[in-house]
């Protein structure tokens, strides 16, 4: 597997998502979301939005953007910006990590508790997994989750797959009414961070702490490990032309202490990186929410 970098000079690279064009991220430390274009350059949008760790498009190009206090919504040309959800039933949200498309116009999303984790309390064993729909209600999926990451969708869509940092990949099953049904761990690996499922059912998963792209089997069995250059990948999307590019980010050295305690910023590296493997595998094409916004 041949890795290709494609940018750096970051801190901690999230949510890679192709819009069949281009390829956007997010940096947990230097906040907001960017656009990688097709000469190098990137552009950057709501750079004083920090925590961000998961993105989502819009039918009508507006940006989905989680992070503390909930999800938001930006449209890259106008710069009209709104708030999606601050709350469920009545209780405010510390902070959204990773969202998902659910396909059906809204989206899954798991909660950190980010107010915590900002200021030196427990955090952990407080993520849940939620779903809001198009017209804005949510419903309550599971907790009991230690640190909420990447999530992803079986391709027959009867399957939501969310990661535990602290324990693996947990699977639920979805009722054809979108219910949730059995859920169970999937697949032990903790240290785990992002995760993205191809055509095929294959789990590509980001190992942070071991320095690997792990892909697991529709059976939950691993299938295969590749060291990632620098170590400390953090998420992974596939894209191109005919989605059978892989895209692996990668956080710099220090940068998971960084994100516990911002005074450690300056000290942080500048060299995550995004790099690109060709012909790694057939991805499926990224759904675009359908809220009305504005």
Known sequence: MEFEQLASGFCLIEAPRWDGTHLWFTDILLGGFRRLNSDGSVDAWLTERTTVGG????????MIVSGTGGIVWIHPDTGATGTLIDTVDGESISGVNDIFPDGQGGLYFGTVDHISMLSGKEFFRKSALYRVYQDGATTF????IGFSNGIGLSPDGRRVYIVDSAAGVIASELG????????????????IDGMTVDAEGNLWCAMIQSGDLTKVGPDGLVVEIYPVPGGHPVAVAFGGPELRDLYVTTASEGAGEAALDRSLLDSVPRTASIYRVAGAGQGMPLARTKFQLG
């Open 55 to 62: 993105l989502a498009i819009n039918q009508d190009g507006a």
């Open 141 to 144: 999926f599971h907790d009991g």
């Open 176 to 191: 054809a009414d979108g219910s949730v049904g059995a859920t169970s761990l999937f697949c032990e690996l903790p240290g």
